[in-house]
């Protein structure tokens, strides 16, 4: 079958670096994505990876290994309005979206 | 402001009772999801539609039905609602693709309880 898993919880400190991994095991692979979803509010895009490395958008990187079904998201100079819930997503070789559960961040001062 | 809206924001339904959950975009978008998101579980496609005047089912279709007669709206349908159904549900859209590598724009969620 297909999975995604995510750290369920997490919590960090503001100002600091926090990595959210997530490992997949899907039919093909057709890119992954990071959403940020705010509690009782939509998902909202973050980043997508195909290739292979790191990809930088300000404070936020995502990277992708397809070679070991893994991907990361980096949250630098964490700030209070960072807590939120995480999803990763791949895309399978039909070009269906699979959903990690999520993993919620929580940022204590 | 472009982007998805979505009616009711929510909804306490009896059992048994019909109901039809509402979708729009004016983004001009090709493809339009149904998605139920559940405490613990990832979001889970229902419905999803390439284009206007086609659909297919996704991971959980059973008990719903979806219609996309015109590029902008794609009603979800409850024929006859039961508990299990109680859940958010999110309406979302892309330029192309179903799925494939386009960004998701998700509306503002809708939240029904079956009782």
């Known amino acids: 079958g297909q999975n995604i898993d995510q750290p369920t919880e997490m919590t960090a400190t503001e100002g600091a670096i926090v990595q959210i991994n997530c490992t997949y095991q899907t039919s093909g692979f057709n890119g992954l994505f990071w959403y940020q979803q705010h509690a009782g509010e939509a998902p909202t895009f973050l980043s997508y990876n195909v290739l292979d490395g790191l990809e930088e958008k300000g404070r936020f990187s995502s990277f992708l290994s397809r070679s070991k079904g893994y991907s990361y998201l980096l949250l630098k100079e964490l700030q209070m309005k960072d807590s939120a819930s995480y999803l990763c997503a791949v895309t399978d070789s039909n070009y269906q979206l699979i959903w990690g559960a999520g993993t919620k961040l929580i940022i204590k001062p | 402001i472009a982007g998805i809206t979505q009616a009711p924001t929510s909804q306490i339904l009896a059992a048994g009772r019909r109901m039809t959950l509402r979708c729009t975009q004016d983004m001009r978008h090709n493809a339009m999801y149904w998605y139920r998101q559940d405490l613990g579980l990832g979001l889970r496609l229902i419905h999803y539609s390439n284009t206007a005047g086609t659909t297919g089912k996704g991971e959980v279709p059973d008990g719903y039905s979806v219609s996309r007669a015109n590029t902008d709206d794609f009603p979800l349908t409850l024929a006859s609602a039961v508990p299990s159904q109680t859940s958010v549900y999110f309406c979302?859209?892309?330029?192309?693709?179903?799925?494939?590598?386009?960004?998701?724009?998700f509306g503002p969620g809708t939240r029904l309880t079956v009782l």
């Open positions: 979302a859209s892309s330029p192309s693709l179903a799925g494939g590598t386009d960004t998701q724009y």
